[in-house]
């Protein structure tokens, strides 16, 4: 059983920061890649950032420049630094990982997700 668990979020004002964690515990073999997604009400979730194994990240379009995930290998851990938060990055923010739980089989898990709401 493998779980992921985010925390971090909460309430901002507008151009203020935020620091999302996840934390991956249970019957680990490897981590390969860690990410982050988001939605809002009414919208489809999207791609916030993702980060390999190797450090290798990758960003959606709305938030180049102003988020920045980073990862802590030996803790199965990923954060997202938020800064320069907007009202429009105001959504649930998932934790997402590729994970190896034996020698064959790799699934893709999901954590319960964090409230992140910007004000104006």
């Known amino acids: 059983q493998v779980q992921l668990v985010e925390s971090g979020g909460g309430l901002v004002q507008a151009g203020g920061s935020l620091r999302l964690s996840c934390v991956a515990s249970g019957s680990i073999f490897s981590i390969k890649d860690m990410g982050w997604y988001r939605q809002a009400p009414g919208k489809q979730r999207e791609l916030v950032a993702t980060?390999?194994?190797?450090?290798?990240?990758n960003y959606g379009d709305s938030v180049k420049g102003r988020l920045t995930i980073s990862r802590d290998n030996a803790k199965n851990t990923v954060h997202l630094q938020m800064s320069s938060l907007k009202p429009e990055d105001t959504a649930v923010y998932y934790c997402?990982?590729?994970?190896?739980?034996?020698?064959?089989?790799?699934?893709?898990?999901w954590g319960q997700g964090t409230q992140v709401t910007v004000s104006s």
């Open positions: 997402n990982a590729l994970i190896a739980v034996g020698l064959i089989s790799t699934n893709i898990y």
């Open positions: 980060i390999t194994s190797g450090g290798s990240t």
